[in-house]
């Protein structure tokens, strides 16, 4: 079993920056892809940003491509998400997910996930 917990998220006004950040614990995740993924009201759950924590290859949703930074610390077993230049239309619970079946953007192969973390930008 691999644990996620969120934390950073909360209220910031448009054009400003958060990062959110993932402690994860349990199963060693050395192999695994780790994922940011958003559910905005009303809306599904759509990918964000994805990382490989063995080689930190990335890959991000066009909507974040040039504001949003995923990375990892392989010392701490966290995950971050800086995010710039945030718009209204970020605003979201952001999850952190895990895959053993190299992920990336299709959820259906994440199998761990944290609670979540809100953010919300004002306009």
């Known amino acids: 079993q691999v644990q996620l917990v969120e934390s950073g998220g909360g209220l910031v006004q448009a054009g400003g920056s958060l990062r959110l950040s993932c402690a994860a614990s349990?199963?060693?995740?050395?192999?695994?892809?780790m994922g940011w993924f958003r559910q905005a009201p009303g809306k599904e759950r759509e990918f964000v940003a994805a990382?490989?924590?063995?080689?930190?290859?990335?890959n991000y949703a066009d909507s974040v491509k040039g504001r949003f930074t995923i990375s990892r610390d392989n010392a701490k077993n966290t995950m971050y998400l800086q995010m710039n230049s945030l718009k209204p239309e970020d605003t979201a619970v952001y999850y952190c997910?895990?895959?053993?079946?190299?992920?990336?953007?299709?959820?259906?192969?994440?199998?761990?996930w944290g609670q979540g973390t809100q953010v919300t930008v004002s306009s």
């Open positions: 997910a895990a895959s053993e079946l190299g992920g990336w953007a299709r959820q259906s192969l994440y199998h761990y």
């Open positions: 349990g199963r060693t995740i050395s192999r695994y892809v």
């Open positions: 990382i490989t924590w063995s080689y930190g290859s990335t």
